[in-house]
């Protein structure tokens, strides 16, 4: 049986003038050194957009949102491309972790602070909005919206409040026993 330890010390939380959080890390390893966690680098997109399908292609909350299953794949990563530029377009929101014996990603998880991401028109023709629609239709951009409306209410109904920090896009390339 294999586990995983993590040493996490955080130094400092706080905002800077714009209100985005910001986390510092002192240690971020397992006790035997084999895996660390960093900011993802925007050359890294592609890669976590990779995991993050791979990990996610068999959930059924997001064949609801792509019903025609040859779509499915495909519009996943569309998807995961997507929030990964939206949440990290003015700081790095989403971390990696990194295998240190082959400098492999093996998982990232995304921290998205209480406030959530700010979403200009801009954001959305850099993602490529139009392209989306194109290729799957509106429906599926809809059922997105509507599963996380549920998804936030479900999470604010329990919490009672509307103020959080959502880890969002959590995923992992390895299986840990």
């Known amino acids: 049986m294999r586990q995983l330890y993590f040493n996490i010390k955080v130094l400092r939380y706080g905002g800077n003038r714009k209100g985005h959080c910001k986390f510092y890390y002192f240690c971020v390893m397992d006790k035997r050194n084999n895996f660390s966690i960093r900011e993802i680098a925007q050359s890294e997109f592609d890669d ?3 995991i993050m399908t791979d990990a ?6 997001y064949s609801l949102i792509f019903r025609n299953k040859e779509h499915l ?22 971390k990696v972790i990194i295998d240190n014996h082959s400098d492999k990603i093996i998982g990232t ?9 700010k979403k200009s028109i801009s954001a959305y023709f850099s993602i490529g909005i139009p392209h989306f629609l194109y290729r799957f239709g509106v429906k599926p951009l809809l059922r997105m919206q509507d599963l996380d409306a549920c998804n936030k209410k479900a999470i604010v109904d329990s919490m009672e409040t509307s103020k959080f920090h959502y880890l969002s896009m959590v995923a992992s390339s390895i299986a840990v026993y």
Do not use: S
């Open 48 to 50: 976590v957009a990779h």
């Open 56 to 61: 996610f292609v068999t959930n059924p909350a």
């Open 73 to 94: 794949a495909e519009g996943l990563l569309w998807v995961f491309k997507a929030n990964l530029l939206i949440h990290n377009r003015n700081q790095a929101l989403t």
């Open 109 to 117: 998880y995304t921290l998205v602070p209480p406030e959530g991401m």
